[in-house]
Nanobody, 114 residues
Framework: QVQLVESGGGLVQPGDSLTLSCVAS????????MNWYRQAPGKELEFVAG??????????FYAESVKGRFTISRDNAKSTVYLHMSGLKPEDTAIYYC?????YGQGTQVTVSS
Protein backbone atom coordinates (compact mmCIF):
# COMPACT_ATOMS: atom_id res chain seq x y z
CA GLN A 1 0.00 0.00 0.00
CA VAL A 2 1.02 3.60 -0.51
CA GLN A 3 2.86 5.15 2.42
CA LEU A 4 4.22 8.67 2.72
CA VAL A 5 6.25 9.53 5.80
CA GLU A 6 7.27 13.13 6.42
CA SER A 7 9.99 14.34 8.76
CA GLY A 8 12.11 17.39 9.47
CA GLY A 9 9.63 19.81 10.95
CA GLY A 10 10.37 21.89 14.01
CA LEU A 11 10.40 25.26 15.70
CA VAL A 12 12.53 27.88 13.96
CA GLN A 13 12.94 31.64 14.04
CA PRO A 14 11.91 34.01 11.24
CA GLY A 15 14.53 34.03 8.51
CA ASP A 16 15.77 30.53 9.31
CA SER A 17 15.95 27.59 6.93
CA LEU A 18 14.54 24.09 7.26
CA THR A 19 14.40 21.03 5.03
CA LEU A 20 11.50 18.58 5.10
CA SER A 21 11.74 15.03 3.80
CA CYS A 22 9.11 12.57 2.64
CA VAL A 23 9.92 8.92 2.09
CA ALA A 24 7.48 7.12 -0.18
CA SER A 25 6.72 3.44 -0.65
CA UNK A 26 4.10 1.26 -2.31
CA UNK A 27 4.38 2.68 -5.81
CA UNK A 28 6.99 3.39 -8.48
CA UNK A 29 8.21 6.68 -7.08
CA UNK A 30 10.06 7.91 -10.15
CA UNK A 31 6.96 7.69 -12.34
CA UNK A 32 4.73 9.98 -10.32
CA UNK A 33 4.39 13.58 -9.34
CA MET A 34 5.12 14.44 -5.73
CA ASN A 35 3.66 17.45 -3.98
CA TRP A 36 3.82 19.36 -0.74
CA TYR A 37 0.73 20.89 0.84
CA ARG A 38 0.29 22.72 4.11
CA GLN A 39 -2.52 23.58 6.49
CA ALA A 40 -2.26 26.48 8.89
CA PRO A 41 -4.47 26.65 11.99
CA GLY A 42 -8.02 27.54 11.02
CA LYS A 43 -7.22 27.56 7.31
CA GLU A 44 -7.79 25.24 4.36
CA LEU A 45 -5.24 22.90 2.88
CA GLU A 46 -2.95 24.86 0.55
CA PHE A 47 -0.71 23.67 -2.29
CA VAL A 48 2.93 24.61 -1.70
CA ALA A 49 5.15 22.95 -4.30
CA GLY A 50 5.17 20.09 -6.79
CA UNK A 51 7.58 17.92 -8.73
CA UNK A 52 5.99 16.51 -11.85
CA UNK A 53 5.94 12.96 -13.15
CA UNK A 54 8.79 11.35 -15.07
CA UNK A 55 6.86 12.08 -18.24
CA UNK A 56 7.04 15.80 -17.45
CA UNK A 57 10.72 15.62 -16.71
CA UNK A 58 9.94 16.19 -13.05
CA UNK A 59 9.13 19.81 -13.74
CA UNK A 60 8.66 21.89 -10.62
CA PHE A 61 6.00 24.43 -9.70
CA TYR A 62 5.31 26.58 -6.67
CA ALA A 63 2.66 28.59 -4.94
CA GLU A 64 3.25 32.32 -5.36
CA SER A 65 3.61 32.71 -1.60
CA VAL A 66 6.75 30.54 -1.51
CA LYS A 67 8.40 31.22 -4.88
CA GLY A 68 12.02 32.19 -4.47
CA ARG A 69 12.12 30.90 -0.89
CA PHE A 70 11.20 27.20 -1.15
CA THR A 71 12.72 24.55 -3.43
CA ILE A 72 11.33 21.08 -4.07
CA SER A 73 13.71 18.32 -5.05
CA ARG A 74 13.60 14.54 -5.29
CA ASP A 75 15.93 11.58 -5.10
CA ASN A 76 14.33 8.81 -7.12
CA ALA A 77 16.90 6.27 -5.93
CA LYS A 78 15.81 6.89 -2.35
CA SER A 79 12.10 7.40 -3.13
CA THR A 80 12.35 10.66 -1.25
CA VAL A 81 11.11 14.16 -1.96
CA TYR A 82 12.43 17.19 -0.13
CA LEU A 83 11.19 20.68 0.56
CA HIS A 84 14.02 23.12 1.21
CA MET A 85 12.62 26.19 2.93
CA SER A 86 14.53 29.39 3.48
CA GLY A 87 13.60 32.88 4.60
CA LEU A 88 10.88 31.38 6.77
CA LYS A 89 8.10 33.68 7.94
CA PRO A 90 5.57 33.31 10.76
CA GLU A 91 2.88 32.84 8.09
CA ASP A 92 4.67 29.67 6.97
CA THR A 93 3.62 28.06 10.25
CA ALA A 94 1.54 25.01 9.36
CA ILE A 95 1.43 21.26 9.21
CA TYR A 96 3.18 20.23 6.01
CA TYR A 97 1.93 17.18 4.11
CA CYS A 98 3.48 15.11 1.36
CA UNK A 99 1.07 14.05 -1.39
CA UNK A 100 1.03 11.69 -4.34
CA UNK A 101 -1.47 9.45 -6.06
CA UNK A 102 -4.29 10.89 -3.98
CA UNK A 103 -2.59 9.95 -0.74
CA TYR A 104 -1.23 12.14 2.04
CA GLY A 105 1.25 11.47 4.80
CA GLN A 106 0.63 12.17 8.46
CA GLY A 107 2.25 15.58 8.25
CA THR A 108 5.08 17.36 10.03
CA GLN A 109 4.65 20.54 12.05
CA VAL A 110 6.61 23.65 11.12
CA THR A 111 6.41 26.57 13.53
CA VAL A 112 8.10 29.88 12.74
CA SER A 113 8.23 32.14 15.76
CA SER A 114 10.60 34.45 17.55
Amino acid sequence: QVQLVESGGGLVQPGDSLTLSCVASGFTFSEYSMNWYRQAPGKELEFVAGSGSRESGHSTFYAESVKGRFTISRDNAKSTVYLHMSGLKPEDTAIYYCNSNGFYGQGTQVTVSS
